[in-house]
């Protein structure tokens, strides 16, 4: 690499006899050019002085230069330069590879690699008196925006100098990286956990749809895919879940380590941030883990080292009869490898139920892959699911892929909306759970698979299968148990519900509904269920500001249409009901009339007597 810069070097027209010039450029220059790396400058500056502890008292000094190799910040005692010298390692001297020949600033920005340069390894012989350790720093994007560097007296020399320099460069980088990006959601992952939260672990962020949107050099390595290749990627593509259930676990479990499984079948430890600075953001862990846990999730202490449980059977018990029942049904049959379908309308927590199965069992430590049968084109179900063997179609990634059975081997595999999977693989799926085998597309070799199986539906299965869209042999090998989760108004824990969502969702803020907003609740039909009524209460909350009440003027306009509409409804229908039970008692009193007429032989007056009403009346009443 060295020999290389040096040939780099004679290409400038460098003379290794020329004396370097080491004027700084202008003083406002300098401030323009500081004030463009201020992002830079101020994530860097507590590391370099935390490196500078370092090596104190060892006559080297740190240095921060821009992406063009110009010192934009210098620490330390220059006592070991002669007085000519100083003026080298001064904010404002550039230290580029074609102005300085071979150093390892200069150099460390042309081969973008960490670059040690002794003595008289560097290019001008002016220079042969110091040794240099330097890392660049790269930006979220993969770009080179600075250099962090060391210089010394070549005496000064120390082998661990180098990889002080770069650990420190990776800290600026994690620093930068964090901060990078206002509305994502960041994870930090390592296969090992007591590696998060330090230089070791990986990050990554995502939009909070779960795009992703980048990841730094160790989260890079981790995810074995390029940055370019990533660009593609999306949470759930790359961690098997959908970024809902990030949302889920904040909310619904004391937030803690996650333990996922990356697309390439390497387990990690995961702890996610998630910033709210918008509507579609639900949880802050760590005002969540102070706040919300107490109140939402009163669970066991466990050690950080221990993935923690995403959402369990008990989050979910908030006192409604059938849920309750629901849940008694599921305890008895949890590890039993009976396969469980979940049906329900939309939003009613079919997926939420799903993880809290596979937490609750002992498959717990293995996968829970959840595929939407739903979302996936037709054409890549197979092999999503089955996998495919290197090379199988064009298009295919070149090494192949396990697919999402195999993925869940040892654990959970969580097919959702399972109506609509296509006819022709529901005839190879049922085949891969009656043989217990997984072939992928294009191989020859079955491989053995133990998952189990938990699908949900919010269509009725028998109807298809009378219109002949669904198959009866595969709908009697996944109903092993059914169970339907009511609706949001058939439920007699509303109360509780909100109580429980507005305790995450305000993020331990205080918050109540009001009586009045209440009876609104009570009424409504909920047709999206949860889902419906989480962003509600999140946008009332935004809209409360610093109250802590939700009133009605704090509601969607459309929510109050619809309670509007369905309280006109439900008065014209009470006219309606009170309309056609009078009909129904004019008609029981002239049978009541015909039948005493008849007693009394047709005698009128005798039968008003007996009826204690006038002969009039008799009269009128017999004319309807
Ligand atoms: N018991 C619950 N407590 C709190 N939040 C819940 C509960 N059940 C569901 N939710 C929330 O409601 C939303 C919808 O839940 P989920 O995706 O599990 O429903 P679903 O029945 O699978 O919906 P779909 O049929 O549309 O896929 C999620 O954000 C989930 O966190």
């Not at 439900?570 to 309606?576: C, L, M, R, V």
């Amino acid at each position: 690499m060295l020999d290389e810069s040096h040939q780099r070097c004679a290409a400038y027209g460098l003379s290794t006899t020329e004396k370097p010039d080491f004027d700084p450029i202008a003083r406002n220059d300098l401030s323009l050019i500081v004030e463009q790396n201020r992002v830079l400058y101020t994530h860097a500056l507590p590391v370099m002085e935390t490196l500078y502890d370092q090596i104190i008292n060892t006559h080297n000094m740190v240095v921060l230069t821009d992406a063009n190799g110009l010192i934009v910040h210098a620490l330390g005692d220059d006592d070991f330069l002669e007085k000519a010298n100083r003026v080298a390692l001064q904010p404002g001297v550039s230290w580029s590879e074609e102005g300085k020949g071979t150093n390892a600033i200069g150099t460390a920005i042309v081969e973008k690699k960490p670059t040690l340069v002794h003595a008289n390894q560097h290019y001008l012989r002016a220079n042969h008196f110091l040794t240099c350790s330097a890392a660049p720093i790269f930006n979220h994007q993969g770009d080179v925006i600075g250099v962090l560097d060391v210089t010394g007296d070549k005496s000064s020399y120390h082998q661990h100098t180098m990889a002080l320099v770069r650990m420190s460069a990776q800290m600026i980088e994690n620093h930068l990286f964090s901060a990078a990006f206002d509305d994502a959601i960041t994870l930090h992952f390592h296969s090992r956990p007591e590696f998060i939260g330090t230089l070791m672990e990986g990050i990554a962020s995502f939009s909070p749809s779960g795009r992703f949107l980048s990841a730094s050099r160790s989260g890079l390595f981790q995810l074995g895919l390029p940055l370019s290749a990533l660009k593609t990627h999306t949470f759930s593509s790359l961690f098997g879940l959908p970024v809902s259930a990030l949302f889920d676990h904040y909310r619904t479990a004391c937030p803690g380590l996650l333990n996922l499984c990356l697309h390439n079948g390497v387990r990690v430890f995961v702890r996610a941030e998630m910033r709210r600075t918008n509507l579609t953001f639900h949880a802050m862990p760590e005002a969540l883990a102070r706040d919300a846990a107490p109140r939402v999730a009163p669970q066991p202490a466990a050690s950080e080292t221990q993935p923690r449980r995403m959402s369990s059977l008990r989050y979910l018990n908030t006192g409604d009869a059938q849920v309750e029942r629901l849940i008694e049904k599921l305890s008895k049959v949890i590890g039993r490898d009976i396969p469980i379908l979940v049906t329900g309308e939309t939003g009613t927590g079919k997926d939420l139920l799903a993880q809290a199965i596979h937490n609750d069992s002992p498959r717990a430590k293995g996968p829970f892959v959840a595929v939407n049968c739903a979302s996936i084109p037709e054409t890549l179900i197979e092999s999503e699911l089955f996998g495919y063997e290197d090379g199988a179609f064009t298009g295919a990634r070149k090494k192949g892929s396990i697919g999402k059975i195999l993925q869940a081997n040892g654990g959970t595999l969580f097919l959702d909306e399972i109506g609509d999977m296509p006819m022709s693989l529901q005839v190879r799926l049922l085949r891969v759970l009656q043989d217990r085998m997984v072939t992928p597309l294009g191989s020859t070799k079955s491989i053995p698979v133990n998952v189990a199986l938990i699908c949900a539906t919010n269509r009725n299965l028998r109807e298809m299968i009378a219109l002949n869209t669904f198959r009866e042999d595969l709908y009697y090998r996944l109903n092993g148990l059914v169970v339907k989760l009511p609706p949001l108004r058939e439920r007699s824990d509303l109360d509780a519900v909100i109580e429980k969502l507005l305790a995450t969702e305000a993020e331990g803020r205080p918050c109540r509904v009001s009586d009045e907003v209440m009876r609104m609740f009570r009424q409504h039909k909920w047709p999206g269920n949860f889902r419906q009524l989480t962003n509600l209460l999140r946008t009332a909350i935004v809209m409360l500001g610093d109250d802590a009440e939700i009133l009605p003027e704090h509601l969607p306009d459309d929510f109050l249409d619809d309670i509007s509409h369905a309280q006109r409804q439900n008065a014209s229908d009470t006219i309606e009901r009170i309309v056609s039970d009078m009909s129904r008692l004019e008609d029981v009193e002239a049978s009541v009339i015909r039948k005493s007429l008849e007693a009394h032989g047709g005698n009128v007056s005798a039968t008003a007597r007996a009826l204690g009403v006038s002969r009039n009346t008799i009269y009128r009443k017999m004319q309807h």
